[in-house]
């Protein structure tokens, strides 16, 4: 559930890594980015990276 609404915060918010992290309950961002990689395939930044795309 943690990583999920860490996804749904980081496609909805511009807040930064550490604070998607603490608002979805991981205790590092370390922790979040490997639980992240873990579930999606990707670290988080890539996903925001490439939903965020300058036109």
Known sequence: MRVQRAK??????TLSMTDIAAR???ASLRRFNAVFVE???RPPSEIRRLRYRPV
């Open 39 to 41: 579930v999606y395939g």
């Open 8 to 13: 749904l915060l980081l496609d909805g918010t």
């Open 24 to 26: 979805a309950g991981f």
